[in-house]
């Protein structure tokens, strides 16, 4: 049993159209398209703090739990999940909200991860993705999957809200908890570009969540979009994730791939 509850495009358009608060991110430029294959998987996070507006991704991780990006969420923000449907949008409630102790709005690189737990779980249609347990491969070189909701165009507020997707390159400067992603070191925003309106999306190796991105780098007079995700690695947090799991009754997520059809290299 759902307990979202219905709004028209018009008021969702909106909310995505005017200014997000903090980094955010989405997926532009030739390597990336119109994503089918993680629809099932992936749902905005809207949030209102005073008159300022936010939209940024999350990966469904259980029926009623969503991980995303801790700036995405933090402070006195408002904050409702939203999914398409039947032409319209539904807003669901946000029950309680847990952000990851290593977080520092204040600090340009820290643990910006977060969980929010729904009042009530989304509609079967949803399915769970695997979360990293381990140490994987994360070496230079190495090829990834992000994901996002936000702008295709720099500038352009009215190109966010369409699932994208694209395939991205594990960059060098390598941190034990972090990643940094790209689609090659000489990219421009014509290549590749992870703009406002995605913070929180997933880093996917195959099906399983690794990652999920938090900031950009910016690219020469881009306002809202960049050539680098930085990401957020799942493995390191798997204590707190699983502490915050079983606080909200959710002991053992399924270490089980869930089946997504993903970009090839």
């Known amino acids: 049993m759902t ?34 294959g993680l629809g099932a998987h ?80 989304l509609p079967s249609r949803f399915q769970p993705m695997a979360l990293e347990t381990g140490d994987g491969n994360h070496a230079v070189g190495v090829r990834r999957t992000v994901a996002g909701f936000g702008l295709a165009v720099d500038r352009d507020e009215s190109s966010a809200g369409t699932l994208r997707s694209a395939r991205v390159t594990v960059l060098p400067k390598l941190y034990p908890r972090f990643l940094r992603l790209g689609h090659r070191a000489d990219a421009d925003l014509t290549d590749f570009a992870v703009c406002t309106g995605d913070s929180g999306g997933p880093v996917l190796d195959g099906a399983t969540v690794v990652g999920v991105v938090y900031g950009r780098e910016k690219f ?20 707190w994730i699983d502490g915050v799991l079983a606080r909200w009754g959710r002991r053992g997520l399924s270490a089980e791939n869930t089946p997504v059809r993903l970009a090839s290299d």
């Open 220 to 239: 020469g007079n881009a306002q809202m979009c960049g050539t680098t995700a930085q990401a957020v690695r799942i493995a390191p947090q798997r204590g």
């Open 3 to 36: 307990h979202g509850f219905r709004v028209p495009r018009l008021a969702l358009s909106f909310a995505l159209a005017v200014s997000a608060t903090g980094s955010a991110f989405a997926l532009g430029g030739q390597a990336a398209g119109p994503d089918s």
């Open 42 to 121: 992936l749902v905005m996070v809207l949030s209102k703090q005073g008159n300022r507006h936010g939209a940024c991704t999350g990966t469904v991780i259980a029926p009623d739990i969503i991980l995303t990006a801790a700036h995405c969420v933090t402070g006195n923000k408002q904050v409702v999940v939203a999914y398409a449907e039947n032409g319209s949008h539904v807003l669901q409630r946000v029950a309680a909200k847990a952000v990851n102790p290593g977080f520092s709005p204040n600090a340009r690189v820290s643990v910006d991860l977060a969980l929010i737990k729904l009042d009530g779980q």
